[in-house]
């Protein structure tokens, strides 16, 4: 679940980041944590830990 969930998110950053959202409200920052989760989200789903 935590899987599906770090992915919607994912996609909602990288919408909100190429419409300029997160540029004019200074979020950039968002972007890599969204990469940071969902790398992270990966390696422990390879685990298999989650």
């Known amino acids: 679940m935590v ?3 770090v992915y919607i998110a994912s996609i909602i950053t990288l919408i909100l980041h190429f419409t300029g959202f997160l540029a004019r409200r200074n979020m950039e ?3 890599l944590v969204a990469a ?4 992270g989200v ?3 789903d390879y ?3 989650i």
């Open 3 to 5: 899987f599906y969930i």
């Open 36 to 39: 940071i989760a969902l790398f």
């Open 42 to 44: 990966n390696i422990l």
């Open 47 to 49: 685990l298999s830990i």
């Open 29 to 31: 920052w968002a972007v």
